[in-house]
């Protein structure tokens, strides 16, 4: 925890065997933490009312207000503190909580997937993390919360409950104290360069997310302003220096202009998120049991995941980002919720964007393989058809608006008549996308792992596991079909609970399917020429009864 | 471990080796019909209600009709042709769809729970669906249009198979 300020080692008393074994409190400054966080805001609130407003009754009133909230909150967060408590027996981990109703819940130690250890600005000044304790389960409100305990305890707390069962002799020698990481079997697997604060910045996201921030921070001032009563005189004379500027300019300039403060604005503002993210980065493995990945700036953030819920890896490269060469590096592993669905993509985070062979390599250290992501066989390219279906997906709808256009232009002068060729335009950046849709599909095996990659917005390589499939699910649209194309997904418990190759030739997804997992299609697999003349799949099962002939694959 | 990609020969998925009740034909053809009855009053209604004589909701309305009665008439057997279940002694497999296809296998030693469901429409046919689930997210293997009593069987043998596997099944 280098991030984090140095903290007091007081906090565990007499360490006995276990220091978690009696019913333990929260840190009592949470109270304050959680207090300081509704006061912060109200500060400016106050002042520019204080600076402003003639009426001062209206903003005594207004105090009053605040404090009244502020003296709730203190008393809510008090009674939260006094009636929340946690313990670590040798079996499970215990947390009763609740003033009003109360709860008490029990997880079995195995059951504890992940513990994560957060520290947001406040906190963080006052030495003390959030602890959530993840149990992988998919029903909603599995997270149990430690808001908040001492830093120092926290990381012994996190090393506790994630420590191999197998080890738990070792458990009366006190773990090195301080949450320095520096302890033996802790190997530093990777650790930010400067130039990847740049490669992060690259993804369109943060790009977005700057200008929605920039927005809504603009309209914050200009109440603030208005509130100064500066508004008239400000903004009239910002807009009449504008209109005197402008009107000698001419447009092109103009949106020059504009675009490149855009672009550079939102460059900078997302330079500064990714530095907010990204900063301190580690990722390190501790022991053989856990890799953790630290960062933040402001908000610190550690996140651990137990090496065996690792089922593989995902390599994402956005297309800007792409471009520059970088790719993102996540985890495919059991009992991290998705992404999509939970806001908490984050925990799955191996590495910020980075050049590709870094990330390559990273990849390959945490999955244990030798060399590169990318050694071993080159993955398998698929049929000519997959281009044609997906040219003919942007190209059908294309023509088909550019007919329909010409045609109404032609009856009606509503539409002009030039209308036609815009989707006709729009096709030609479209079908390169689908030549790079395609140039991007592929699949095979390294090692232990299935490989499938696809997509062009986002580019995704996926490696996982073959022993973490647990299924398969074919699928063939009526158009597949007649092409001779399916979709073979592997199905698993971890990361998007599946990962397929898209448009695969059917034979050869069908016998990549079975060379990853041997033995579990084969017996529904059949091997014979004579089928080739009998196009497709008829859906007349008798005469499949009848010929069917099963092939042990050697 | 065979070479993948090769051109030889020619490895296709056979259909797994059961079919489903033929009641069940009965079963999609009510659903079917449904839909489409539910489908003309909505459209119908609007051509009613519509305040100017509208010839062309009128042309829809037959389009329509005709492609339902099609509908009805085909995907249920179609369907039934398709629908089909196996089990071995190391996997569950079933084929689903009838326009799309898509074929399930999981390993007995992968299934988690079994489930057997049995809707309104669905015991007055004396029909069961039998639900196989995994740890995975994605979709469970499902085998609609059981006869009770296959259904049943079924499901108890499952689970008798995955009680008998050790591991957490991830």
Known sequence: MSELPPEETTAAPAPPPDPFEDWQRLDPKAVIASTALVLAPMFPIVAIMAVSDENSGRTLATVGVMLGVVVLTLVGSWLNWYFTRFRVTAERFELREGNISRSFRSIPRERVRSVDLTAPVVHRLLGISVVKIGTGQKAGNDELKLDAISTARAEELRRLLLRPRAGTTSEGVPPPVTGSGEETG??????????????????????????????????????????????????????????????????????????????????????????????????????????????????????????????????????????????????????????????RSDNKVLLPPAPRGVAGRIGALVLDRSGTLEDGTPLRVHPRVALRRRLSRVLLPAMLLAAALAVAAHQSGAVPWWSWLVPLGAALPASVLAWDAYRNLGHGHRDEYLVTRYGTGVKRTVLLQREGIIGWRISQSPLQRLTGLLTVSATTAAGNGYYSVRDAGTEQGLSFAESCVPGLLSPFLEKNSDFTSESGDSPDGTSHERTTKRTDHP | MIDVGGTEGGVRLRPPRHRVARRAVLWWSCQAASRVVVLLAAVGFGAWWSPFPNRALVIALIVLGVLGIGYVAVMPWWRYRVHRWETTDSAVYTAAGWLSREWRVAPMSRIQTVDTARGPLQRALGLSSVTVTTASAAGPLTIDGLERDVAADLAERLTRTTQATPGDAT
């Open chain 1, 186 to 343: 802790t190997e530093e697997l990777a650790r930010i360069r400067p130039v990847w604060y740049l490669y992060s910045t690259l993804t369109a996201s943060l790009l977005l997310f700057t200008w929605a921030a920039v927005g809504s921070a603009l309209s914050t001032l200009s109440d603030v302003f208005r509130t100064l009563w500066a508004a008239d005189t400000a903004t009239d004379w910002l807009s009449d220096t504008a209109a005197s500027v402008w009107a000698h300019v001419p447009l092109w300039a103009v949106v020059v202009a504009a675009v490149v403060t855009v672009l550079l604005g939102g460059l900078l503002g997302a330079l500064a998120f990714s530095l907010e993210m990204w900063w301190g980065f580690r990722l390190t493995r501790e022991g053989d049991a856990t890799l953790r990945v630290r960062r933040g700036l402001l908000t610190t953030r550690a996140v651990s995941l137990e090496r065996r819920r690792l089922r593989g890896v995902e390599l994402a490269e956005p297309m800007l980002l792409r471009l520059a060469g970088g790719s993102r590096l996540t985890a495919v592993a059991t009992g991290l919720e998705h992404g999509e669905t939970s806001g």
